[in-house]
T-cell receptor, first 114, second 118 residues
Framework: EAQVTQNPRYLITVTGKKLTVTCSQN?????MSWYRQDPGLGLRQIYYSMNVEVTDKGDVPEGYKVSRKEKRNFPLILESPSPNQTSLYFC?????????????FGNGTRLTVT | AQSVTQLDSQVPVFEEAPVELRCNYSSSVSVYLFWYVQYPNQGLQLLLKYLSGSTLVKGINGFEAEFNKSQTSFHLRKPSVHISDTAEYFCAVSDLTISNFGNEKLTFGTGTRLTIIP
């Protein structure tokens, strides 16, 4: 089954403790991206990657890092999480075959930073 | 830069009644338009998209949307809703500027929560 898999689904952590949220897709997609969803703000893009070893900032990159060493994986790293990073995070991927290719989303990771 | 406005944060509708979820956008360039649906505890799924051509776009689950360039709107409609349509609906735009080339970034609205009343 074609899918984007995020882990974990739920994560509670404390301020300053480094964490990684994993994202993996099995569709051989070139493009991957991370969004955060907050009430009243919709989804906002954090980082994106057009291919292996090619990443760039989205609209809200502060406090986050990403890497794209393999085509299928695009982990999101919070080196020193803070309470304002409490949010629902989504990973998405696309084949980038023109604008006809839709974004495929994972089921989300709900992060709470205390 | 583009933006998306979904004026209604919550819309309650009786089962089998029609529904319209409103979406307006602003952009100085041409855009592609999308509606996504988010069921509880799930990611977003594409309902429909407008890229070009006919302004009336049909999507999955009986939904359709009409692109109105003069009013910069892309309202979502369904003639008869079911309990299973209970979800949050997001309108999104993707602009065609050079600065966005290669980035499949979508700018999302704040979402409309559709509640179906039995």
């Amino acid at each position: 089954e074609a899918q984007v898999t995020q882990n974990p689904r739920y994560l509670i952590t404390v301020t300053g403790k480094k964490l990684t949220v994993t994202c993996s897709q099995n569709m051989n997609h070139e493009y991957m991206s991370w969004y955060r969803q907050d009430p009243g703000l919709g989804l906002r893009q954090i980082y994106y990657s057009m291919n292996v070893e090619v990443t760039d900032k989205g609209d809200v990159p502060e406090g986050y890092k990403v890497s794209r060493k393999e085509k299928r994986n695009f982990p999101l790293i919070l080196e020193s999480p803070s309470p304002n990073q409490t949010s629902l995070y989504f990973c998405a991927s696309s084949s980038r075959q023109g604008r006809n290719s839709p974004l495929h989303f994972g089921n989300g990771t709900r992060l709470t930073v205390t | 830069a583009q933006s998306v406005t979904q004026l209604d944060s919550q819309v309650p509708v009786f089962e089998e009644a029609p529904v319209e979820l409103r979406c307006n956008y602003s952009s100085s360039v041409s855009v592609y338009l999308f509606w996504y649906v988010q069921y509880p505890n799930q990611g977003l799924q594409l309902l429909l998209k407008y890229l070009s051509g006919s302004t009336l776009v049909k999507g999955i689950n009986g939904f359709e949307a009409e692109f109105n360039k003069s009013q910069t709107s892309f309202h979502l409609r369904k003639p008869s809703v079911h309990i299973s349509d209970t979800a949050e609906y997001f309108c999104a735009v993707s602009d065609l500027t050079i600065s966005n080339f290669g980035n499949e970034k979508l700018t999302f609205g704040t979402g409309t929560r559709l509640t179906i009343i039995p």
